[in-house]
T-cell receptor
Framework: AQKVTQAQTEISVVEKEDVTLDCVYE???????LFWYKQPPSGELVFLIR??????QNEISGRYSWNFQKSTSSFNFTITASQVVDSAVYFC????????????FGKGTMLLVSP | DAMVIQNPRYQVTQFGKPVTLSCSQT?????MYWYQQKSSQAPKLLFH???????NEADTPDNFQSRRPNTSFCFLDIRSPGLGDAAMYLC???????????FGPGTRLTVT
C-alpha cells in the first residue's frame, strides 16, 4: 500500500519569507507519479505539478520549486518570497503508473501567509 | 476553456431525502472521480469510472451511488443522507488512471 506523509500540519510565515512544505512517501512500486495540489479557501483543488519516478530533475516555476529525492523518498515544495495569495492548504499525493491507480493524498499542510 | 463543472455549488437537503449531485467535463477525459472532503481533512475517494468501468472504494457506504451516462457527465446519488454526510463533494477527471486529476469547484452539501 502507498502512503504519503506531510508532517507539517500548519505553517505561518510573513510575506516575502521563503517556505518549504515537506512530503515523504512510501511505495514498493518502482514507477509512480508524485503530485502537489493547492486548495485555497474557495475550496477548489488546483493541480500544480506532476513528477515521474524516473525523473529526479528539480523543477522551478516562477516562485515555486520542487525538490524530488528518491534516496529519501521526499518531494518537497518551496515557495520563494511568499505572498498572501499563497495562503491555502497544500496536498502532496502519489499514484502508481499501473492499472486503475488512484491518488493517495497526504493530510495536507495549511500555509498562512500574513502581510 | 476546458473545465470540470459541478452543480449546484451549494445543496441543502433534509435528513433521509435523496439528493443528486452532478458533474460535467469538457476535457474529454476517460476517468471521472467523486471525492468526499470534510473539514480539515484530505479528499476521500468514493468511486471512479474509467470509461464505463465502475470502481467502488471498499469503504464507500452503500448509501452512495454513482452514474456515468456518457463521457461528459457523472452523477453522485445519496439515497438517504444522514447528518454525517454533510461535506464538500468534489468531482475530478483525468485523462488516464494515475495521471493528474483536474477538480471541479465542489458542491457543499448541508443536511438538516
Amino acid at each position: 500500500a502507498q502512503k504519503v506523509t506531510q508532517a507539517q500540519t500548519e505553517i505561518s510565515v510573513v510575506e516575502k519569507e521563503d517556505v518549504t512544505l515537506d512530503c515523504v512517501y512510501e511505495t514498493r512500486d518502482t514507477t509512480y507519479y508524485l503530485f502537489w495540489y493547492k486548495q485555497p479557501p474557495s475550496g477548489e483543488l488546483v493541480f500544480l505539478i506532476r513528477r515521474n519516478s524516473f525523473d529526479e530533475q528539480n523543477e522551478i516555476s516562477g516562485r515555486y520549486s520542487w525538490n524530488f529525492q528518491k534516496s529519501t523518498s521526499s518531494f518537497n515544495f518551496t515557495i520563494t518570497a511568499s505572498q498572501v495569495v499563497d495562503s491555502a492548504v497544500y496536498f502532496c499525493a502519489l499514484s502508481l503508473n499501473s492499472g486503475y491507480s488512484t491518488l493517495t493524498f497526504g493530510k495536507g499542510t495549511m500555509l498562512l501567509v500574513s502581510p | 476553456d476546458a473545465m470540470v463543472i459541478q452543480n449546484p455549488r451549494y445543496q441543502v437537503t433534509q435528513f433521509g431525502k435523496p439528493v443528486t449531485l452532478s458533474c460535467s467535463q469538457t476535457l474529454n477525459h476517460n476517468v471521472m472521480y467523486w471525492y468526499q472532503q470534510k473539514s480539515s481533512q484530505a479528499p476521500k475517494l468514493l468511486f471512479h469510472y474509467y470509461d464505463k468501468d465502475f470502481n467502488n472504494e471498499a469503504d464507500t457506504p452503500d448509501n452512495f451511488q454513482s452514474r456515468r451516462p456518457n463521457t461528459s457527465f457523472c452523477f453522485l446519488d445519496i439515497r438517504s443522507p444522514g447528518l454525517g454526510d454533510a461535506a464538500m463533494y468534489l468531482c475530478a477527471t483525468s485523462r488516464d488512471p494515475g495521471t493528474e486529476q483536474y477538480f471541479g469547484p465542489g458542491t457543499r452539501l448541508t443536511v438538516t
